[in-house]
């Protein structure tokens, strides 16, 4: 009996100089099957469509549960996770691509430094470390930390980036995540005591003002982050700022 | 210059409601008098003419803020990659047709300008009615400042719409949302006002 086979079109890429070419393989189906799975079938028998061996397609995948952000790939034009795609759910064939806004390592492995990068520009962290014992911070009221949880739930994934129509190469647009990250770490009761340093790092080229209001991130943010509502909050902040530095304020710190 | 594109994007934000907004709004106002004749318009043209300080006014409430926003603008039109065809979502098609349209009013606004104030400016034109009806008397023309005052009341309608979110007084996703009705409100009736005074000409 013959096997069920599921057709993967794939765009491939072997380093990051080399152009991207496209290459097809079939694979055994076998039920509930994600994107993650099918392409450990390819990595178990390299065998393309045309019955040629072939290197193994590479990907970066970790968690497996959605929640690390490392499998984001171009699934039939629609950026997302690996490990939450499931064949069942797509339409065949299935084409997978690295996302473009990013540099290619290989095949679909993709480098998400700049991501990184930007939370460090915007200070995406609490520093809770002093020369002596700071003590317990102030206490965050419970209602806030489960609104506060919902922006932390950001995984560096890079989808919000890939759908952004001003986050390419011609723009050094820092993009939705880190603004999201801003407001979160603005919203703890201890970071909030950073809050200026933050607004300021958005402040400076290829930050808040980038934005162009398309919105496409709130539409494809996988954890349903309200990424528009934080940049119009930040907007609100930034400009608030800005005029705290022009014109000095007696609570500017 | 480092570290002034917050600065200018948000001078440009600003400038595109105030004045440019206010601007067209009343420019498109003055033009309705056409629809009651000739007379009714001449008589509201020449007082628009004759203000006090008419070059200042011109200078620091049309032609520079237009000046500063068109250059910024084509930039910012230049920086984008589009993508409706891939995420066809509403707000990214608004998006696209901001920039769009901005480059479709910046042609009209070029040429309007030059047909109009600067002949009148050089002393090859009178500003009256008839300088309009003539302009207007070739379908042609006539159809480029109909797909021109579009373009232009549409840009500043959805400009409208950004300027509240840029300025955070609209943050929300209800409070957006209210916000696109009322600027499609917004873009209705000045849409309504400019084409029915392109008519009256015809």
Avoid at chain 1, 161 to 175: H, M, Q, T, Y
Wanted: hydrophobic fraction near 45%; aromatic fraction near 12%.
């Amino acid at each position: 009996m013959a096997e069920e086979k599921i057709t993967l079109i794939i765009t491939r890429q072997d380093s990051p100089e080399s152009d991207s070419y496209q290459e097809t393989f079939k694979v055994n189906y076998r039920k509930n099957m994600n994107i993650i799975s099918a392409l450990m079938e390819i990595q178990k028998n390299p065998v393309n469509a045309n019955g040629e061996n072939r290197p193994p397609v590479t990907w970066e995948s970790n968690c497996l549960e959605e929640v690390c952000g490392a499998c984001s790939m171009v699934i039939n034009g629609e950026p997302r996770q690996a490990c939450s795609t499931l064949v069942d759910k797509l339409e065949q064939p299935i084409t997978i691509e690295p996302m473009s806004t990013f540099p290619v390592v290989r095949d679909l492995v993709i480098d998400r430094s700049r991501m990184f990068d930007s939370l460090k520009k915007v200070k995406a962290w609490i520093p809770i470390d002093g020369t002596y014992d700071l003590g317990p911070g102030p206490r965050m009221p419970e209602k806030k930390r489960q609104w506060a949880y919902e922006l932390s739930k950001c995984m560096t994934c890079g989808v919000c980036l890939e759908a952004c129509p001003n986050v390419n190469s011609k723009s050094d647009f820092i993009g939705p995540a880190p603004l999201s990250q801003v407001r979160l770490f603005n919203a703890h009761p201890t970071g909030e005591m950073h809050k200026s340093d933050r607004l300021n790092a958005l402040m400076e080229d290829g930050g808040i003002s980038g934005c162009g209001n398309s919105q496409n991130c709130v539409q494809v943010c996988p954890k349903g982050i309200p990424l528009t509502t934080s940049i119009a909050a930040l907007n609100r902040d930034t400009n608030l700022q800005s005029f705290k530095n022009f014109f000095g304020s007696d609570n500017n710190y | 210059m480092e570290n002034r594109e917050f600065f200018y994007r948000r001078l440009h934000s600003l400038l595109g409601v105030v004045p440019i907004g206010l601007f067209l709004v009343q420019h498109l106002i003055i033009n309705h008098f056409a629809v009651y004749g000739p007379e009714s318009f001449n008589k509201a043209a020449h007082f628009m003419e004759s203000l006090p300080f008419r070059y200042a006014l011109e200078l620091f409430v049309i032609f520079l803020p237009i000046l500063f926003h068109a250059v910024l603008g084509v930039y910012i039109v230049f920086v984008a990659k589009n993508n409706v065809k891939r995420y066809g979502f509403f707000r990214n098609w608004m998006f696209f047709l901001q920039r769009i349209t901005g480059i479709i009013t910046l042609v009209f606004i070029v040429w309007h300008v030059w047909q109009t104030r600067v002949q009148i400016g050089l002393g090859n034109e009178e500003l009256d009615f008839s300088l309009m009806e003539s302009i207007l008397a070739s379908p042609a023309m006539f159809w480029f400042y109909v797909i021109g005052v579009v373009s232009t009341t549409f840009h500043f309608a959805n400009g409208l719409w950004s300027f509240l979110v840029s300025w955070g007084i609209t943050v929300t996703p209800r409070s957006q949302k209210i916000a696109t009705y009322a600027t499609l409100i917004v873009f209705l009736a000045v849409t309504y006002i400019g084409i029915r005074a392109l008519f009256a000409f015809v």
